[in-house]
């Protein structure tokens, strides 16, 4: 319940945020900005190489049996690969726009290279998080940015605003974003350094790089395959040369993601918890958590998917009348959300806590296909519409397979109805 209620803080400043950045900026810089963001969630996976999921899993399992050594190994070896290969990725993604571009300086190419700092900045935050949530600090390990990160950007942008006559640029935003990225680092390493054990701090390191390695390898797929199904309907229509069209689809699905928000608190409140019942072989208080926590994400998510359904015009009037478009394809993601993602539960988090990532992989690599598919044929002819059906169908596919996963590998009913017979 505390997972849900940061969420819940989260998702209000966020969209806050959100609702600045439209208002504030031309549409044409806001489906700028989205798309520099857009790329940006794409990098930060391989930045992070799925070692803030690996940490979770880990640490939590481990903490269960004591394997201190282990743990300190893992904390230190993350952090080296993840600065290394994210300040790879930065430099090299800056060379790339910049070839891209035939050498010409724009407006869009200076904003995606401070936008590049963001990647060493937020991965290095995603890995402290990760700690923090294998330490079961699930409460103080998503507020740096789930809060911090989206409240200081607004704060900066307000500020900008205030002080300039003129809107603020794509320029202007990306960079006060990179700043309010690198304060949310600062919060999250000290919420760190005050809630590491001392057994942690005190252990020899214990290095299993190449089992390390051969862990992160599936998890850093599921994480780019996660972003490229949720990002690919904005970076297509964005190439298509509509950056409106862009920033439009950014809001709706971030609308639409309003309805499976408890879902994804519950995930991350939850995972640690997934990963320590599983290596206590607690299988039936696995069933009764995974139960009950569907059927409540199902309980909160109703009534929101419903007013999406009845008033999304008022959510889009907010964002400006040019926002309006996006009706029909707020209501088509939203029904997606509920028959997708909350009608299944957690199946995702809960392949990947118990160290079925592989078969997160197979479910995402029958998805993700689907939906750029979709989403190229449509998207041209239908723009939004188009691009919110191909959305729809990934989500549905993928959680129908992993949903199979979960009761072939485990054993267990992820839906919302439980499983059959009367439950224990």
């Known amino acids: 319940m505390g997972s849900i209620g940061v969420k819940l803080v989260g998702t209000l400043v966020l969209f806050a945020y959100g609702l600045l950045?439209?208002?504030?900026?031309?549409?044409?810089?806001?489906?700028?900005?989205?798309?520099?963001?857009?790329?940006?969630?794409?990098?930060?996976?391989?930045?992070?190489?799925?070692?803030?999921?690996?940490?979770?899993?880990?640490v939590a399992s481990s903490a269960q049996v004591?394997?201190?050594?282990?743990?300190?190994?893992?904390?230190?070896w993350?952090?080296?690969?993840?600065?290394?290969?994210?300040?790879?990725?930065?430099?090299?993604?800056?060379?790339?726009?910049w070839f891209a571009s035939d050498g010409v300086f724009t407006p869009t190419l200076v904003a995606f290279w401070i936008g590049c700092a963001f990647l060493p900045i937020t991965a290095l935050t995603m890995v402290q998080g990760g700690i923090m949530l294998g330490l079961q600090h699930v409460l103080v390990g998503q507020v740096p940015?789930?809060?911090?990160?989206?409240?200081?950007?607004?704060?900066?942008?307000?500020?900008?605003?205030?002080v300039t006559s003129e809107?603020?640029?794509?320029?202007?935003?990306?960079?006060?974003?990179?700043?309010?990225?690198?304060?949310?680092?600062a919060v999250s390493s000290l919420l760190l350094r005050k809630r590491m054990p001392t057994a942690i701090r005190e252990a020899q390191s214990t290095y299993f790089a190449k089992a390390w390695s051969a862990s992160a390898l599936p998890l850093m797929l599921i994480g780019g395959l996660n972003i490229v199904n949720t990002r690919v309907g904005t970076v297509i229509l964005g190439s298509l040369g509509n950056p409106t069209d862009a920033g439009i689809y950014a809001v709706v699905t971030r609308g639409a993601d309003l309805v499976a928000f408890t879902l994804v608190a519950v995930n991350a409140a939850l995972a640690p918890t997934f990963a320590s019942l599983y290596a206590a072989r607690d299988t039936v208080g696995l069933q009764r958590i995974v139960t009950r926590t569907t059927r409540l994400v199902m309980a909160?998510?109703?009534?929101?998917?419903?007013?999406?359904?009845?008033?999304?015009?008022?959510?889009l009037h907010l964002y400006g009348d040019s926002f309006l478009s996006g009706r029909i394809s707020l209501s088509l993601l939203v029904v997606g959300q509920m028959l997708g993602n909350v009608l299944m539960g957690s199946v995702g988090t809960l392949l990947t806590m118990t160290g079925h990532e592989r078969s997160v992989v197979w479910g995402y690599s029958a998805a993700v296909p689907l939906?750029?598919?979709?989403?190229?044929?449509?998207?041209?002819?239908?723009?939004?519409?188009?691009?919110?059906?191909?959305?729809?169908?990934?989500?549905?596919?993928?959680n129908v397979i992993l949903t199979y996963f979960v009761f072939k590998k485990l054993g267990l009913f992820a839906t919302v109805f439980g499983p059959p017979g009367r439950q224990r």
């Open 145 to 162: 940015i789930l809060i911090v990160r989206p409240l200081v950007a607004s704060m900066l942008l307000g500020a900008a605003a205030i």
């Open 300 to 315: 909160t998510a109703l009534p929101i998917a419903f007013g999406m359904l009845l008033f999304g015009h008022w959510f």
């Open 66 to 76: 004591g394997a201190w050594s282990e743990v300190k190994g893992l904390v230190r």
């Open 21 to 58: 950045l439209a208002r504030l900026l031309s549409p044409a810089d806001y489906g700028i900005y989205e798309y520099i963001v857009a790329w940006l969630g794409l990098l930060t996976i391989p930045a992070v190489l799925g070692l803030d999921r690996l940490l979770t899993r880990e």
């Open 78 to 97: 993350s952090v080296f690969v993840v600065l290394i290969l994210s300040l790879a990725i930065a430099v090299a993604a800056g060379l790339i726009a």
């Open 371 to 398: 939906n750029v598919i979709f989403t190229l044929l449509l998207a041209p002819s239908f723009g939004l519409l188009g691009a919110s059906v191909g959305m729809v169908v990934s989500v549905v596919v993928l």
């Open 167 to 185: 809107r603020p640029s794509a320029l202007i935003a990306v960079g006060l974003f990179v700043i309010a990225a690198f304060v949310s680092l």
